[in-house]
């Protein structure tokens, strides 16, 4: 992460979970979003920040921020777009996919150094917070196998009615898109309403995410919070093969 910061947001006093978040319309609108720095990656901490629709993100040898960008990107999952292309690959049935079967090598795959020699924020202290938060049954894992081969998946933190997906990976083509599919499924058959995409991304949008403004977003997080969560392992011990939705009308209609 390459930002520029001109003003120092609300600064958290270290190790010390239980002081709440400053209101999210506090956030700095250059850079978009910023709105606390410091404090510690706790359970407790992560919980509360995921709670109040803020998430971390920050590079090597910066200090812990905290984000609550505007406009949000979110994702329903029974509004996924599966284009023609991906549904033909899901009825081969080539790509296995899993649950919390080995979220340590899904979270190491994403943060691998990108192809276009980017770098990752997953540096080794958000990868250790986000493997505390699934030993605790928040973090969860999509895992997509190609034979015996990891080739792609993703994972996030479910609380109450709300996925916050973190970041995917894919090592053959389609493969993240592949475990989106899988993960949607699975939301919509166990009453989650909201996936938080965090930022916007073409491949996102593709698959019908879209913006909203953060107090909307805000909202629905406030609504959705407590709801009813499937802790634990999400690993039921098969191999599936997601099925494709059924089509809608706002489908992508091309490859």
Not at 63 to 71: A, M, N, T, V, Y
Not at 122 to 150: F, K, N, T
Not at 203 to 220: C, K, S, T, Y
Request: glycine share 8%.
């Amino acid at each position: 992460m390459s930002r520029h910061i001109r003003h120092l947001p609300y600064l958290l006093a270290p190790d010390d979970p239980s002081v709440a978040f400053p209101d999210v319309r506090e956030a700095l609108a250059e850079p978009d979003g910023l709105l606390a720095i410091g404090g510690d990656l706790s359970v407790a901490r992560l919980v509360n920040a995921y709670r109040h629709g803020i998430f971390p993100w920050f590079s090597a040898g910066d200090p812990i921020l905290w984000w609550s960008p505007d406009p949000r990107t979110v994702l329903h999952p029974r509004r996924l777009r599966v284009s023609r292309s991906l549904r033909k690959l899901l009825r081969r049935r080539r790509l296995g996919v899993t649950m919390d079967r080995d979220f340590p090598a899904v979270i190491k795959a994403c943060a691998a150094p990108r192809a276009d020699g980017g770098g990752t924020w997953l540096v080794p202290e958000m990868i250790s917070a986000y493997r505390a938060l699934q030993v605790h049954g928040i973090a969860h894992s999509v895992e997509v196998w190609q034979r015996d081969s990891l080739v792609g998946g993703l994972y996030g933190v479910a609380i109450g009615g709300i996925f916050f997906g973190e970041s995917m990976f894919s090592r053959t083509d389609n493969a993240s898109k592949v475990a989106l599919v899988h993960l949607c499924n699975f939301l919509c058959e166990h009453g989650f309403a909201l996936i938080d995409c965090q930022v916007l991304t073409g491949h996102l949008v593709r698959m019908g995410a879209e913006q909203i403004p953060r107090e909307r977003f805000v909202e629905l997080v406030a609504q959705l919070r407590e709801l009813p969560t499937p802790r634990g392992s999400w690993d039921d011990g098969d191999l599936g093969y997601p099925e494709p939705p059924p089509a809608a009308d706002t489908e992508a209609r091309h490859a």
